[in-house]
């Protein structure tokens, strides 16, 4: 009878133990799965991460890419360009008399005050040259004229902005006369002349006005002008130039600051 308790018993023990090796193979398996699991989700975190990088580099490019406005306030700016000038006969002198358009120089210093958004008060200092060439015939006696006339010059202008690179000038113009130079030929003989700048029939300063049209692309600035007196520049005229009045074509380019 002992015996068979301890059969048994021994059989108890040997069940036991085989049920609690299986139950630690299922423990580990377990283990194993939410290891598994938990390196899924590692993925995923790695996953989300990336996409999340994806999304700041779009967003960053996006920004990058996408036009940015003027930062607003006031704006220096310089320019410099060519001029075509000539005059408009205002009146009419003993002489036959005809004119052509004569190149120069225009230099400017600007400054661009913002008032509202798409207008700006744009005053201006700047130097130009201006005045004609001329033919014709006096007593018979063919001459060929050039006149070269310096100014500095203060525009006020009134700048209307439709779009971001796009401006529409206008505005009055003061100019002061600083010197002036005439080369006169007469059968293939030339003279030139410093005019004095007392003579009581030449016009020191001078009110005008200027239209024009602005393009602009970064710092970068294209202008292109036409400017006229308002006044005659030379009094009541002379025996050999009737009164006139300038006009004046410019372009020019310079940088916005």
């Given at each position: 009878m002992k015996k068979i308790w301890i059969a048994t018993g021994a059989?108890?023990?040997?069940?036991?133990?085989?049920?609690?090796?299986?139950?630690?193979t299922t423990y580990k398996k377990s283990?194993?799965?939410?290891?598994?699991?938990?390196?899924?989700?590692?993925?995923?975190?790695?996953t989300v991460t990336k996409a999340t990088s994806v999304n700041t580099v779009s967003s960053t490019s996006s920004y990058t890419h996408s036009e940015i406005p003027d930062k607003g306030g006031?704006?220096?700016?310089?320019?410099?360009?060519v001029n075509s000038s000539n005059l408009i006969k205002s009146g009419s002198g003993a002489v036959d008399f005809t004119t052509g358009a004569k190149l120069g120089?225009?230099?400017?210093?600007?400054?661009?005050?913002p008032v509202v958004n798409g207008f700006s008060i744009q005053p201006e200092l700047q130097f130009s040259q201006k005045g004609y060439k001329s033919?014709?015939?006096?007593?018979?006696?063919?001459?060929?004229?050039?006149l070269t006339s310096n100014y500095v010059e203060v525009p006020l202008l009134a700048k209307f902005k439709p779009s971001k690179n796009f401006g529409i000038l206008l505005g009055p113009q003061f100019s002061f006369l600083t010197s002036t130079k005439t080369k006169w030929t007469v059968n293939n003989a030339s003279y030139e002349e410093i005019v004095q700048q007392h003579?009581?029939?030449?016009?020191?300063?001078?009110?005008?006005?200027?239209?024009?049209?602005?393009?602009?692309?970064?710092?970068?600035?294209?202008d292109l002008r036409?400017?006229?007196?308002?006044q005659n520049n030379n009094g009541d005229g002379s025996s050999s130039t009737p009164t006139y009045k300038n006009q004046v074509f410019s372009l020019s380019a310079g940088f916005r600051f």
């Open positions: 059989i108890l023990l040997a069940t036991a133990a085989k049920v609690t090796a299986q139950t630690d283990d194993t799965t939410i290891t598994k699991s938990d390196t899924t989700y590692g993925r995923s975190d790695t006031v704006r220096f700016g310089i320019r410099a360009g120089f225009n230099a400017a210093a600007f400054l661009e005050i033919t014709g015939s006096y007593s018979t006696t063919p001459f060929e004229y050039n003579i009581d029939n030449l016009r020191k300063n001078v009110f005008g006005g200027v239209i024009g049209l602005e393009a602009m692309g970064g710092p970068i600035v294209f036409y400017n006229i007196d308002f």
